[in-house]
């Protein structure tokens, strides 16, 4: 089973174009070029499982189509979208803002979802998605050190009731560097895919280890993988599992 982690920033894009004529003016112009480019990497590493974060659910950016409908549509997937703000936020209110979500795709079918919110932070979703064997959890954590400590707080209560394989993957923000999850890991028996801790940001000289595939001890990593492709400030993970 192939797993795809990426970051893909709504397809806004990355460097210097991305910042012309003023700085981040990339969100404000439209991504259809860019998530081109996107699909068809992802439809080159056949992912059978996809976890996107910073998926546009559909604004003037990608005239009004969801990004994550579209790829399910083109590549043969189940897809689960859903906008990252809590349902209380002042961003879900705003036109830009209120599309941008994270999304998971699949090749299995979808037995079950939820979305569940942290109490702290702006980015407060959890995607949780059943298939046949297997449960997976995207997530897109704060920035700030206290939110994500609150809210690695919560994952955990959250995994502790699952006990089937499991992945949690996403956009962690770990600033503070690995140290930030040893509790967590600790606490959950949670397994990194990606051992030898290298770096995914930003994409065109990683530095930081941001993003994260972490699986339950049931799952055994055959391959990890993080290619060198910038169509966002993240590189993409790809991990190979056996059961």
């Not at 140290?179 to 065109?204: C, D, H, M, Q, V």
């Not at 339950?216 to 966002?232: A, G």
Request: positive net charge; aromatic residues 12%; proline residues 5%.
């Amino acid at each position: 089973m192939r797993f795809l982690l990426y970051n893909i920033r709504y397809a806004a894009g990355h460097g210097s174009r991305f910042h012309f004529p003023f700085p981040y003016a990339g969100y404000l112009r439209h991504s259809h070029d860019n998530f081109s480019k996107i699909r068809e990497f992802i439809r080159s590493v056949q992912p059978d499982v996809m976890g996107l974060v910073e998926v546009d659910g559909g604004s003037f950016r990608t005239d009004q189509l969801c990004q994550a409908e579209m790829l399910a549509d083109q590549l043969g997937y189940y897809h689960v979208i859903e906008t990252k703000y809590g349902s209380a936020s002042m961003a879900k209110r705003l036109p830009l803002l209120k599309t941008q979500g994270n999304a998971v795709l699949t090749r299995m079918p979808i037995i079950s979802h939820r979305f569940h919110y942290f109490d702290e932070g702006v980015k407060r979703l959890v995607i949780q998605v059943c298939t046949e064997r297997l449960t997976i959890f995207l997530v897109h954590l704060s920035l700030t050190y206290r939110n994500r400590q609150y809210q690695l707080e919560r994952l955990y209560k959250l995994i502790r009731q699952v006990d089937r394989p499991m992945i949690l993957a996403g956009d962690f923000n770990v600033l503070w560097g690995m140290r930030e999850l040893e509790l967590f890991l600790g606490a959950t028996g949670l397994i990194s895919a990606n051992p030898e801790k290298k770096p995914s940001y930003p994409s065109r000289a990683p530095k930081r280890e941001l993003d994260f595939i972490l699986h339950s001890p049931e799952l055994k990593v055959v391959h990890f993988h993080i290619p060198s492709v910038t169509y966002s400030d993240h590189a993409p993970l790809i991990c190979d599992f056996t059961f």
